[in-house]
């Protein structure tokens, strides 16, 4: 289910959210007590690289409620094709600014991803700095699919919480897929994909610097501290996108925003 009135702009066949960081806070705001709205999800180039493999991916990136432009190329694009109101929406800070400004209208909260205890860590760390703000549960999905069973208790987990907001930090293309599959089963609000947030904002993995987010150059800064996990990731996936991209604006190559 799309987020009606969003314009959206096509990314190699994605459609990317025409909009800003405090125009997406205010949109998960009024999610308060309404239920299954759809998923964000948080949309860059290694999950519009994914897309070009995997129809599912696609599909699920162009289903959602929004599709945010989580890294500065997607933001470059959306205002070359005229949408000067288009602002980084960065996972973490989105997660942020809606926690912060959640409270005033009593958002509630559930947060589902990470390794075993990450979730407990950022709920205590959001807590402290965010005083007042309510965290309904905590889920820690298997990397795999979840079976029957684990999916009976998350269904039965949320129910019972309620939450207006679920926070999942799976990662690419992991969590688009798992939003997709499991929003309409799920009482809560909205579902949003903000990946590695979990980690950055537990304190775990250390975020880049905020001159370097704004340059462009953040998938560099990764690189040089997880290289082993991310380096195939990006010198696979940036190349290409280049020149995916560069064809898409030349008029070279058609991508349709229908799954295909």
């Known amino acids: ?32 007590g309404r239920r299954q709205q759809g998923y964000v999800c948080a949309c860059g180039v290694h999950g519009v690289s994914e897309a070009q493999r995997d129809a599912d991916i696609r599909t699920a990136f162009n289903g959602a409620w929004l599709n945010v432009p989580d890294g500065m190329p997607l933001v470059w694009l959306g205002r070359y094709r005229g949408h000067r109101q ?3 929406v960065y996972g973490p800070d989105l997660m942020l600014a809606v926690c912060g400004a959640g409270r005033a209208v009593g958002l509630t909260h559930y947060f589902c991803g990470g390794v075993p205890g990450v979730a407990e860590e950022l709920r205590a760390r959001l807590g402290a700095r965010f005083p007042g703000l309510q965290v309904a549960g905590t889920f820690t999905p298997p990397f795999r699919p979840l079976h029957p069973e684990e999916s009976a208790a998350l269904r039965a ?11 999942v930090g799976i990662s690419t293309p992991k969590q688009e897929l798992f939003m997709a599959r499991h929003w309409q089963q799920l009482d809560a609000g909205v579902l949003i994909g ?7 904002l537990s304190g775990r993995v250390r975020q880049a610097p905020r001159w370097i987010q704004r340059s462009g150059f953040e998938w560099l800064f990764r690189v040089c ?6 380096a195939p990731r ?9 020149l995916r991209t560069a064809a898409q604006l030349a008029g070279l190559k058609r991508y349709d925003l229908e799954a295909r």
Not at 157 to 167: E, L, R
Not at 194 to 200: I, L, P, Q, R, S
Not at 225 to 230: A, F, G, M, Q
Not at 234 to 242: I, N, S, W
Request: glycine share 8%; hydrophobic share 50%; no cysteine.
């Open 1 to 32: 289910m799309t987020q009606p009135g969003i314009p959206r702009y096509n990314v190699l066949g994605v459609g990317v959210s025409a909009l800003s960081l405090d125009a997406a806070r205010d949109l998960v705001l009024g999610v308060r």
């Open 86 to 88: 288009v602002t980084r």
């Open 157 to 167: 987990d949320v129910a019972a919480k309620s939450p207006d907001v679920i926070w």
């Open 194 to 200: 903000v990946g590695a947030a979990f980690d950055f």
């Open 225 to 230: 501290i997880e290289p082993r996990r991310l």
């Open 234 to 242: 990006y010198f696979r996936a940036g190349p290409l996108f280049v």
